[in-house]
């Protein structure tokens, strides 16, 4: 089946013609739209682009930093005001990969992939929607769990809040084929403390469910504690708390919910992998 390529100048053109096209994809990197398409997936007949140059933006001036959707994993890794996020941006793929894959685009990765992802929901982050209601922000946590709901809207740019200090956000994806593996699991921790005690705890993990997700029994584990042995063991205990990992060849579910308390226990103690 023929497919047609339409190439817009403005978001919004782009994202009216995505919303009112069912058999419409979006096009950023075309590292999952170019997927399945090269499978053999007959429900797209429409490609959607845009070359506006907003979703290229990246402001990182503020304590809350934004990035275009179309921004690059290898346009983070050169931003020296983003490196809280290059071991993130690092993790993903290999090199080719991280120069045509987006930020926009991981929001939309199945497990086990999107581990950009994870980082931004352990950092509060937020998605910009173009659709038919206009533009808006919305929770990074509710857009994943309406994601599927989303397919008229365009993903312009996410936000995240900067980590006050360098130990406050802490990430680690492990993978049995590195750098560019899927996801066994993803886990990214922020950690801010007022007092020498834990306060507004964020943990998000990836491969724990068909997207990433919070680890909300962890959290409050460790709210308004100090970080120390009794709290980690308490959080790394809770860590599979509400989760639904999957069968896939990587990893089994069963093994998913008994590592991911190892792995937690480790990142938030600040041990190697």
């Known amino acids: 089946m023929p497919v047609t390529v339409k190439t817009f100048q403005a978001v919004g053109e782009a994202a009216s013609a995505l ?3 069912r058999g419409a994809r979006y096009l950023g990197g075309g590292t999952l739209v170019m997927r399945d398409l090269n499978e053999g997936d007959v429900s ?8 506006d140059r907003a979703l290229q933006g990246i ?9 275009g959707a179309g921004v690059t994993f290898a346009r983070v890794l050169a931003e020296r005001d983003l490196g809280f996020l290059h071991p993130a941006a690092r993790s993903i793929g290999g090199p080719a990969v991280r120069n045509m894959g987006t930020v926009g685009g991981n929001l939309f990765a199945p497990a086990p992939f999107g581990d950009f992802t994870v980082a931004l929901l352990a950092l509060d982050g937020m998605v910009s929607l173009q659709g038919g209601f206009g533009l808006r922000d919305m929770p990074l946590e509710e857009f994943l769990q309406s994601r599927d709901r989303q397919a008229g809207a365009l993903a312009v740019g996410v936000s995240c809040i900067r980590p006050a200090s360098t130990d406050a956000f802490r990430y680690r994806k492990i993978a049995r084929i590195k750098p560019k593996g899927g996801s066994v699991i993803t886990l990214a921790a922020h950690l801010p403390q007022s007092g020498g005690r834990v306060t507004g705890a964020r943990i998000a993990l990836g491969s724990m469910a068909p997207t990433a997700v919070r680890a909300k029994a962890a959290e409050r584990a460790l709210e308004g504690r100090p970080l120390d042995a009794a709290a980690i063991s308490a959080a790394a205990a809770a860590a599979g708390e509400g989760t639904a990992p999957a069968d896939n060849s990587l990893a089994s579910a069963w ?7 190892v792995h937690l226990r480790r990142l938030l103690s600040g041990q190697e992998s």
């Open 255 to 261: 093994y998913r919910r008994e590592v991911v308390g």
């Open 44 to 51: 797209i007949v429409t490609v959607i682009r845009a070359t």
């Open 59 to 67: 402001d990182a001036a503020g304590a809350r930093i934004r990035i």
């Open 19 to 21: 919303s009112s096209d």
